[in-house]
């Protein structure tokens, strides 16, 4: 069974960091693209980055372009986002995904969630 | 960005068909692929896949769910509506970066 376990939410002050992870097990982890989703309360989903299964390649939406980083560790089978500078529109649950072949998100994460105010 | 419109919300009568549409901003297809999917996601939970590739139907969700639709029109079909179908529905393209979703679509029982 594919488990999705998103963790390293939480409040934190704009400007700062916070770093999400998201370990995987039940699939071939190191095979799949996978993905950061993000939803504000109590709005709809926006995809955040992607990466490629070797992390050769890797993916942005233009407001976290340069502030996030997504990246991967396929030995221990886990996804990483890095989140620096963060500001108040990042406040939102965060769920991991893995990427089916047309990119597609076919497993989610329960979520984690991250609020950024003052 | 490709843009996907969908209504807001959908009251439906128990047992009855329910017909949910997303409209892009321009063509989701190729001549091989239609790059458009369904999520649900049920109050407090994670979104779930239900269709993808416009038509194929996600591993264990019944039958029920169906979708159609090519180009930039598209459909997500619920037949019978069941209590357990309450959820928001979303559509997603993915024939370009960024990935985008539409606003979803709020299924209620009348």
């Known amino acids: 069974e594919v488990q999705l376990v998103e963790s390293g939410g939480g409040l934190e002050q704009p400007g700062r960091s916070l770093k999400l992870s998201c370990a995987a097990s039940?699939?071939?982890?190191?095979?799949?693209?996978m993905a950061w989703v993000r939803q504000a309360p109590p709005k709809g989903l926006e995809w955040v980055a992607s990466?490629?299964?070797?992390?050769?390649?890797?993916y942005y939406r233009d407001s976290v372009k340069g502030r996030f980083t997504i990246s991967r560790d396929n030995a221990k089978s886990i996804l990483y986002l890095q989140m620096d500078s963060l500001r108040s529109e990042d406040t939102a649950t965060y769920y991991c995904?893995?990427?089916?072949?047309?990119?597609?998100?076919?497993?989610w994460g329960q979520g984690t969630s991250v609020s950024v105010s003052s | 960005d490709i843009v996907l419109t969908q209504s807001p919300a959908l009251a439906v009568p128990l047992g009855q068909r329910a017909t949910i549409s997303c409209r892009a901003s321009?063509?989701?297809?190729?001549?091989?692929?239609?790059?458009m999917h369904w999520y649900q996601q049920r109050p407090g939970q994670q979104p779930k896949l239900l269709i993808y590739?416009?038509?194929n139907l996600a591993s264990s969700i019944p039958a029920r769910f169906s979708g159609s639709g090519s180009g930039t029109d598209f459909t997500l079909t619920i037949n019978p509506v069941q209590s357990d179908d309450i959820a928001t529905y979303y559509c997603?393209?993915?024939?370009?970066?960024?990935?985008?979703f539409g606003s979803g679509t709020k299924l209620e029982i009348k």
């Open positions: 590739d416009a038509s």
């Open positions: 039940g699939f071939s982890f190191s095979a799949r693209d």
């Open positions: 990466i490629s299964p070797g992390a050769v390649s890797t």
């Open positions: 997603q393209q993915s024939r370009e970066l960024p990935l985008t």
């Open positions: 321009q063509s989701v297809s190729t001549a091989t692929y239609n790059f």
């Open positions: 995904a893995t990427l089916g072949a047309r990119h597609d998100m076919d497993a």
